[in-house]
């Protein structure tokens, strides 16, 4: 039975608008990884319909690169986007990271589940970690664009 490790906020807009700077390569590029670490535009491809490929090379602080690959396997905008992700090129990348969106007062939940598949705890609360990492530089995306 699969096991899914969830991470659920809710952001100041629309969901339309989330899941554009979820899916849109130049705001995707600033929340991947957080601020601390740069996606190149030139490294990142995103060709957002069932099957289409993820492809990006984050380039960390220390010097070194982590190559991200994956496919997107469900696209029902704005609600919901499934797609697979891993920093294993070449390997099986697994089950599908799962992004929900949904409109409540205020805003867009939005919930992100992933396979806990064989992490261990500590690898599950550092991606959580990671995910709540995104997601405050998606409220920052969101507001430049809300400002735009």
């Known amino acids: 039975m699969t096991e899914y490790f969830t991470v659920t906020r809710t952001l100041n ?12 390569p130049e705001h995707f590029a ?9 996606v190149p535009q030139d490294t990142l491809t995103m060709d957002v319909r069932p099957g289409g490929a993820f492809r990006a090379v984050m380039h960390l602080p220390d010097g070194h ?7 997107y396997q469900v696209v029902e ?6 797609m697979t992700l891993t920093d294993q090129p070449g390997d099986d990348a697994g089950l599908p990271v799962l992004f929900d ?36 530089d998606i409220e920052r995306v969101l507001a430049t664009m809300q400002n735009a």
């Open 13 to 24: 807009a629309p969901r339309e608008l989330v899941f554009e700077a979820i899916t849109t």
């Open 77 to 82: 905008p704005p609600a919901h986007l499934a």
């Open 30 to 38: 600033v929340w991947f990884g957080t601020a601390a670490v740069e």
């Open 101 to 136: 969106l949904e409109e409540v007062d205020g805003g867009t939940r939005l919930t992100i589940r992933q396979d806990r598949s064989d992490f261990t705890d500590e690898q599950v609360a550092a991606t959580i970690e990671g995910y709540n990492a995104f997601i405050d």
């Open 65 to 71: 690169r982590i190559h991200w690959s994956g496919e």
